[in-house]
Structure formats: structure tokens, C-alpha cells
T-cell receptor
Framework: GAGVSQSPRYKVAKRGQDVALRCDPI?????LFWYQQALGQGPEFLTY????????KSGLPSDRFFAERPEGSVSTLKIQRTQQEDSAVYLC???????????????FGPGTRLTVT | EDKVVQSPLSLVVHEGDTVTLNCSYEVTNFRSLLWYKQEKKAPTFLFML????IEKKSGRLSSILDKKELFSILNITATQTGDSAIYLCAAQKTSYDKVIFGPGTSLSVIP
């Protein structure tokens, strides 16, 4: 497909379980972003990749959160020992890098809704 | 700390009304201001604003940016029930296009 895809679309985990969320960005997009969106809130930045390099992980809420993009395309967000406060929609977005003085739109995937019980 | 604020946080209007959604930002290394519409899925792109005073229009929607006052508005005229959604404002930074989102304005348009 032409857009960003994410899987699974829905995930229910018991507290303490590990989960892995997958993002397939638009082919050729260098930049990849992960966001966490709690109910009634705007998306909060988690981490950013440029190709395979994770250049910013300042938004990851704890060391239980880990993201990778080993070949510069597909990315996985892993949450270890899930807690109830991890329940949210996890959005992935991809974009091309902006030209000097310009800006590029981020294209969002449908998100993964994680519920921790 | 980078911050994007939106008001109102929620709004209920009748079909046919005109609404104005507000967004203010305090962001270092600002590049552009983005508006997204979010229904029960991923945000969909509406506008990107990089210059002050130039109105962007798409059908019944329009938006303008004031880089001096660090402010943007999104106008929707002749609202329809299909306009019901959360409208997200976001500031894009020059550093790798990092985007800071506001909390969103939840708009409900009732018949």
C-alpha cells in the first residue's frame, strides 16, 4: 500500500507482559516518528529515527520502552513489563527530510490501540 | 520547554455555524505550523503554514499564521456534521522536523 501501516491495530496485554508494535513507513521515507496518544490528549513525541539511526529518544517515558529500526525501514516499538498507564494509542509517522527552508508533512499510520489490564 | 496550546478544548455548534479554533505556540527553532483533523483514527493533514499573514484555504476551511504573536487560527464556515472531529495544531521544529502537538479541540457539530 501507499500509506503508513501499523500492526496490530489492537492489542490487549496483561500487566507485566511485553508487547511489540510494528510500523511500516512509506517506502523511501527517511524519517520515522513514534507518538503516544492518551485518551483526550494530543499525540506526545516518543522517539525519532533517521534511517536506522535513533537520533532522539527523549520522549520515551521509561527504560521499559525501546524502539529500533535496524534496516532503516520497518520499526518496532517494544514495551517491557507493561503497566496500566501504558494504555494509549501508539502512532507512527514517516516523512522525507525537509529541504533547506522548507518543511515536509508527516504521514500517520492508523495507530495501535494498546490496553493493559 | 516547547509548548502548544489550543482553545477551546471542546466546542459544540449547530450545522451551518462558523467556528474559529485557536492555537498558540512557544517553540524554539520553529519551522512551520500544522493543522490536522483526527476522527476515530490517525490524524489527517489539513494545512502547513510557514509564513505570516498568508491565508491557506481548502473548501470551507481556512487557516492563517501570525509568527510575531505566535498564533494561528483555523476557521470552518457552514459547518457540517462531518466536520465533527478533534482538530490538532502542531508546531514543527527545524531540527529533523520534530513536531510538538497541542491537546486538540474537540468539535461536535449537531444537526
Amino acid at each position: 500500500g501507499a500509506g503508513v501501516s501499523q500492526s496490530p491495530r489492537y492489542k490487549v496485554a496483561k500487566r507485566g507482559q511485553d508487547v511489540a508494535l510494528r510500523c511500516d513507513p512509506i517506502s523511501g521515507h527517511v524519517s520515522l516518528f513514534w507518538y503516544q496518544q492518551a485518551l483526550g490528549q494530543g499525540p506526545e513525541f516518543l522517539t525519532y529515527f533517521q534511517n536506522e539511526a535513533q537520533l532522539d529518544k527523549s520522549g520515551l517515558p521509561s527504560d521499559r520502552f525501546f524502539a529500533e529500526r535496524p534496516e532503516g525501514s520497518v520499526s518496532t516499538l517494544k514495551i517491557q513489563r507493561t503497566q496500566q498507564e501504558d494504555s494509549a494509542v501508539y502512532l507512527c509517522a514517516s516523512s522525507s527530510p525537509a529541504p533547506p527552508g522548507g518543511a515536509y508533512e508527516q504521514y500517520f499510520g492508523p495507530g495501535t490501540r494498546l490496553t493493559v489490564t | 520547554e516547547d509548548k502548544v496550546v489550543q482553545s477551546p478544548l471542546s466546542l459544540v455548534v449547530h450545522e451551518g455555524d462558523t467556528v474559529t479554533l485557536n492555537c498558540s505556540y512557544e517553540v524554539t527553532n520553529f519551522r512551520s505550523l500544522l493543522w490536522y483533523k483526527q476522527e476515530k483514527k490517525a490524524p489527517t493533514f489539513l494545512f502547513m503554514l510557514t509564513s505570516s499573514g498568508i491565508e491557506k484555504k481548502s473548501g470551507r476551511l481556512s487557516s492563517i499564521l501570525d509568527k510575531k504573536e505566535l498564533f494561528s487560527i483555523l476557521n470552518i464556515t457552514a459547518t457540517q456534521t462531518g466536520d465533527s472531529a478533534i482538530y490538532l495544531c502542531a508546531a514543527q521544529k527545524t531540527s529533523y522536523d520534530k513536531v510538538i502537538f497541542g491537546p486538540g479541540t474537540s468539535l461536535s457539530v449537531i444537526p
